[in-house]
C-alpha cells in the first residue's frame, strides 16, 4: 500500500450528524495516495479486476482506493478472500468511512472534484445542510508512537504478538513483553505492508495489524474445542470443518464450505512401538505424499507431505502410556491460507490427561479393525509385479514391465529402488536399492542348458500385494527355445498370474534357470491356460555383466529336497511396485 503518511485523527464529528445506515456500512481500503491523479488511476486499475471500486478524498488530505459499502461481517470476509487471494494488498484493512470526505471515484460521483463547475444549489428548496464537522489532523512522530505504545496493557501487547504470529513474522512466547524478538517481527511486518520499519507501530498499523488478524480468525472460525473422549485440546477453524464421526483410534472432522481440509484427531492407548508403527501406517496413505520432509524421535514423530495434488502434516507424541495426534489434509491450491491457519493449530495442541479414545466407543466389524487406518484410503501402486536378488548387495532382476512410466519403484513396499538398466531386447530390468540390503539368499544362475520336460517351479507375488509373501507354483520347461523357435527364451506349462512375471524360474536344484516375462501379446490370438514364457539365465547374465554386476553363477548338481527348494525361491523373491 502506497501510504508512507502515519496519522493520528481526533474527530469532533458527534455521531448524531451521520446517518444511521452509514455507522452499519464498511469498506475494505486498498490503498491511499497522496495526489487525485494517482488515485484516479489506481482505481482504474482495481475497477478492471473487482466490482465495488469506490474513491474518497479523506481527512488526512490523501485519495482512498476502497471496496465497498459492505455489512460489516460481510467486509471482514471479503477483505481475507481477497488477501488470500493476491488481489488486494496484504496490508488492507477494515474502515466504517467516518473519515471519507468527497468521493472521487467512479467518475462523476463527486463533482467537487471534477473540473466542471456545479450548478448552485436551490437554497429555498434544500433543506438545511449540517455544517461540516472540521477535523484535525496531526502527524503521529516516531516518539508519540513510542508514548503510545507504552501506555498500552498487557493484554494488548500479547494481542499484538498474537497477531504477528498470525502473519509468520514472530515465532516468540505471547508474554506481552516487547524485546528484541518482538521488535524484529514488527520491523518485517511493517516492511511487508509498504510501512516505514521503525520497529515502533503507530496508532494507525496496530489499528490495521488487528483488525486484519480479527477479520482471519472470524473468517475462519477458531474454536478451542476439547475432545474428553479422546483427551485432546485443538484450535481448530471450525468455519471450515465439521464433526463426522468417531472411528476409534480417531475423531474425523470432515469439510465444510467447500474448504477441502480434512482434520483427523488420532488417540489410542500405546507404547513406543504403537508410535512407530502409526508413523509407519500413516506414510500408506493417499494423502500422506512420499515427498516432504519427516522426523522421528523416540516419543514423537512429524510429517510434512507435499505433492501437486495434496499436502497434509501429522503429528503425534507418546505421553503418559497413550499416542495422540493429529492428520490435517488440504489442497495444495490453499497453501497460502494454510500458512497461517496450520501454525496455530500446532501450537495450540495438548494432550489432555491419560484417556485415550475406547476402542469400543464404536462397534468395527472385523474387516475396519483389520486396518490401523480404517475409513481411509490406503495408498496403493499402480501395480506390483515380481523381481528377485542377483547379488549380495541386494540388486533385482524384475520385468520390465514393472518399472515402465513409474514415479518411484519399492522393493517389498518400503525400500526404494533405482532403474539401473533396462533390456528391452530380453524384457528385464535391473534395480538398485537406495539403501543397501544384505539379502540372505540369492540367485545362482545355471550355466548349463535346461531339458525340455524338466520340472520347475517359479516364485512370484501371483496377487501382487495382496499376500504377504510369494507363491511356489510348481510345472515344467515345456521348451527350451520360444513358440517361433527364439533364442534365449523358454517355453514353460504352469498356471501362472500376471503377478508373476518378474520371478525367478527354478530347476531341481534350486538353480535359476530363468525370469518369467510379462503375458506375450499374440495378436487376436489366444493361448491355451497354463502357457507362460521365460527369459534364461545366459541373457540375464549378459545383462547382469553390461550393468557392471557379476552374475552368481551355480555349481550345485544335487536335487534340492521340498523345503530347500521353497526357501531359495522364498528367500530371493521380492515385491516390485510401481508408483504414481
Known sequence: MIFRVLSFVVLTLLSGLAPASAQQQAWVQIEALPTLRDAQDRASAFAAALPDVAGFQIATGWYAVTLGPYAAAEAAGRLSDLKRQGLIPRDSYITDG????????????????????????????????????????????????RAAEAGLTRDERMALQEALAWYGVYAGKIDGSFGKGT?????????????????????????????????????????????????????????????????????????????????????????????????????????????????????????????????????????????????????????ARMARILPLMQSSFASTGTKALDPGLVPLDDTARAGLLSGLEVKMPRLSRSGFYVDAKGDVVTTIEAVAQCARVTIDTDTEADVLAQDASSGLAILRPKQTLAPEVFARLQAGPSRAGAQISVAGYSYEGKLPAPVLTLGSLAETVGLNGEAGVARLSLPLLPGDAGGPVLDATGSVIGMVL???????????????????????????????????????????TPDALSAAGMGMTVLVSCWD
Open 98 to 145: 467516518r473519515l471519507h470526505k468527497l468521493q472521487f471515484w467512479p467518475i462523476g460521483q463527486a463533482s467537487m472534484l471534477l473540473e466542471t463547475t456545479p450548478e448552485p444549489p436551490d437554497v429555498a428548496a434544500a433543506p438545511q445542510a449540517l455544517p461540516e464537522a472540521e477535523v484535525e489532523v496531526v502527524v503521529e512522530t516516531l516518539a508519540q508512537a
Open 183 to 335: 521488535r524484529a517481527s514488527i520491523v518485517a511486518w511493517q516492511t511487508a505492508a509498504g510501512f516505514e520499519p521503525t520497529g515502533v507501530l503507530s496508532t494507525d498499523q496496530r489499528g490495521i495489524l488487528t483488525s486484519n488478524h480479527q477479520a482471519d480468525l472470524a473468517e475462519f472460525g477458531f474454536e478451542r474445542l476439547a475432545e474428553p473422549e479422546a483427551g485432546i485440546e485443538m484450535t481448530l477453524p471450525m468455519a471450515m470443518l465439521e464433526f463426522d464421526h468417531y472411528e476409534p483410534p480417531f475423531v474425523h472432522f470432515s469439510a465444510k464450505n467447500g474448504s477441502d481440509l480434512r482434520v483427523i484427531l488420532i488417540s489410542e492407548p500405546g507404547d513406543k512401538a504403537s508410535l512407530f508403527g502409526l508413523y509407519d501406517v500413516l506414510q500408506t496413505l493417499e494423502v500422506v505424499p512420499a515427498e516432504g520432509a519427516r522426523s522421528r524421535g523416540e516419543r514423537s514423530f512429524s510429517i510434512n507431505a507435499a505433492s501437486d495434488k495434496v499436502e497434509s502434516y501429522a503429528y503425534a507424541e507418546l505421553k503418559d502410556g497413550t499416542v495422540k495426534g493429529y492428520l490435517v489434509v488440504w489442497k495444495p491450491e490453499d497453501a
Open 518 to 560: 510379462a503375458g506375450v501379446k499374440t495378436g487376436a490370438k489366444v493361448l491355451p491356460e497354463g502357457v507362460a514364457f521365460a527369459v534364461q539365465a545366459p541373457a540375464i547374465a549378459q545383462a547382469l555383466l553390461a550393468a557392471g554386476i557379476s552374475a552368481q553363477m551355480s555349481e550345485v548338481t544335487e536335487i534340492a
